[in-house]
Each structure stands twice: as C-alpha cells, then as structure tokens.
C-alpha cells in the first residue's frame, strides 16, 4: 500500500505543487494549513511521513513537534526559510530525519522523502519477538521449532503492526487498512483478532509484552518486549 504522507505548510501554492508532485509518485497526501490542523491530521490517521513547515501562522512547527509524536515515532522532514545553523539543530535535536531549506529543488526534496522512507519504513522481511521468527516473504510463523499457523487476516494483521512497530494504529486505521471497510463499523473484529494473535506469539496473553492496547482505541508492536510507556 503507498506511504501516507502529511504535509503542514501554509502556503498554498507550495502545498499544491508538493501535494500534486507527491500523489504523482503514488504517494497517499493530506494537507494541513497550520499546527492545529497537522496535529488533528497525525492523531485522527498517523501518516508515514512529515513534511513539516516551521514558519506557521499561530504556533511553529518546533512547537507542535512533540505533540505530532504522541501516537508513536513518525518520520519528520523539516521545511523552512530558516537557514541558520541554531535552527536546524534545534530540529534536528527535537528527532528530524532531515532538513530543508527555502528555497529548495523539488527532485532533490522528494529524493529525500524517498530515502528517509527507504530508511524508516523497510519492508520486514523477517520479524524476530522472543523466541518467536515471522517470515514475511515465505510467510510462515515459528517459535523456536515449532509452526504457529495464522490465518491470512491474522497474518496480514501483524504485517501491517509489524511495518508500524513502536508506533500506536488506531482500531479505526486497521479497520480501514486491513478489514478494507470503507467506514468504520461497530465491530469487534480487530479485538477478536488481537487476542487470537497473542495467544499464539506472547508467552503470556493475558500479559502481553509484544502487542500492547494503548489508551483503549490502539494497539502498538514492540518486538524487543518493551512497554510504549517506557520508551
């Protein structure tokens, strides 16, 4: 499926042209126009990548930055006219994975989306939590010598958890990227799923340590077994 992206820059015409030269590279782009909107955008459907404005009407880009990573770590790109050394730092020290300066060559700037996403979003090929391996590609489970069978739904399930670890996915998001609903049903499918799952990959279902419920709405794959809390 193509990497979401969410571009903040309140500059219309820049957004336009980075939108439409975006969705031309079969990228799936939203657009928001100041920080209040971004930070609605990131919590109502995590984008795969940031590209992010700093000079914003109303409060900055720097300010909004941790509010933006509060559904887990997503990849930034920082977009400015500020070329002074002390801003980009900042940025960089708040977790950009790049910087830009305005004005800016478009080719070199979606060169650079593509690399940070190349580096932040790699198809996993092989998923290791505890003793037990996921093959992605022969699409068989082990833990240790022994199969675990998952059915397709389960399996692309904890593929797409599994593109996204660390990171909270929305109840709503896995219904609409996985189940394929075009809205949002009242069901417990994804529920029922996520239990099946634990009790074939966690040591202890009842005590998760791989797939945590995070805040009642979201699920989070940590596959070194570490709580999103502590991180």
């Known amino acids: 499926m193509p990497a979401r992206i969410l571009v903040v820059e309140d500059d219309i015409a820049l957004a336009r042209v980075l939108r439409d030269n975006l969705a031309f590279q079969n990228f799936d782009v ?3 126009a100041d920080a209040d909107a971004a930070v609605a955008a990131v919590r109502a459907r995590p984008p795969d990548l940031i590209l992010l404005d700093i ?17 887990g770590r997503i990849p930034v790109i920082i977009l400015t006219a500020l070329g002074q050394t002390t801003d980009k730092l900042r ?9 830009v300066t305005k004005p800016f060559d478009l080719e070199e700037l979606l060169a ?7 580096r932040t979003r790699t198809l ?6 505890g003793n ?3 093959d992605f590609r022969a699409r068989t489970v082990k833990s240790g010598r022994h199969m675990i069978h998952l059915t397709n739904q389960e399996f692309e399930l904890l593929k797409y958890l599994a593109a996204r670890r660390e990171r909270v996915v929305h109840r709503s998001e896995l219904l609409r990227e996985v189940w394929k609903y075009p809205d949002t049903p009242i069901t417990r499918s994804v529920d029922h799923a996520i239990a099946r799952l634990r009790k074939k990959i966690e040591p202890n279902p ?3 340590v791989f797939i945590h419920t995070v805040h009642g709405d979201g699920y989070c794959l940590t596959p070194d077994g570490e709580s ?4």
């Open 30 to 32: 939203e657009w928001a």
């Open 55 to 71: 000079m914003l009407p109303g409060r900055s880009g720097f300010d909004v930055f941790g509010l933006l990573h509060q559904n």
């Open 91 to 99: 940025g960089l020290s708040l977790g950009a994975d790049d910087y």
């Open 112 to 118: 650079r989306v593509h690399v940070v996403l190349r």
């Open 124 to 129: 996993i090929e092989r998923l290791t939590m």
């Open 132 to 134: 037990v391996t996921v």
């Open 206 to 208: 009842a005590h998760p």
């Open 228 to 231: 999103p809390q502590d991180r």
